[in-house]
Nanobody
Framework: QVQLVESGGGLVQAGGSLRLSCAISGRTFSRYAMGWFRQAPGKEREFVAAISWNGGSTYYADSVKGRFTCSRDNAKNTLYLQMNSLKPEDTAVYYC?????????????????WGQGTQVTVSS
């Protein structure tokens, strides 16, 4: 059983930064492609960023490109999302997800395991 635990969310002013972390346990982290998704109140869960099993490839939603950076440390079994220049529209619950594959994807249906989410609130 794979377990994912996010941390690092909080309240920040517009223009500020946060770094989210996602710790994975239960399986070999390096065998999973990973993704970040978010869900705002009243909206569907949407893709934010993803990274391949070895970190060689990353993918970003257009809305966060140039502001967010997804990375991973396989030695520490941890996924990261560095979020800079935050905007009020980035406010959401952020989830990490794991996909037992080499290549990451952008659809929620590709991912088998999910964390419980961490709240990010950006004030204007």
């Amino acid at each position: 059983q794979v377990q994912l635990v996010e941390s690092g969310g909080g309240l920040v002013q517009a223009g500020g930064s946060l770094r989210l972390s996602c710790a994975i346990s239960g399986r070999t982290f390096s065998r999973y492609a990973m993704g970040w998704f978010r869900q705002a109140p009243g909206k569907e869960r949407e893709f934010v960023a993803a990274i391949s099993w070895n970190g060689g490839s990353t993918y970003y939603a257009d809305s966060v490109k140039g502001r967010f950076t997804c990375s991973r440390d396989n030695a520490k079994n941890t996924l990261y999302l560095q979020m800079n220049s935050l905007k009020p529209e980035d406010t959401a619950v952020y989830y990490c997800a794991a996909k037992p594959a080499v290549v990451a994807g952008t659809s929620i249906y590709e991912y088998d395991y999910w964390g419980q989410g961490t709240q990010v609130t950006v004030s204007s």
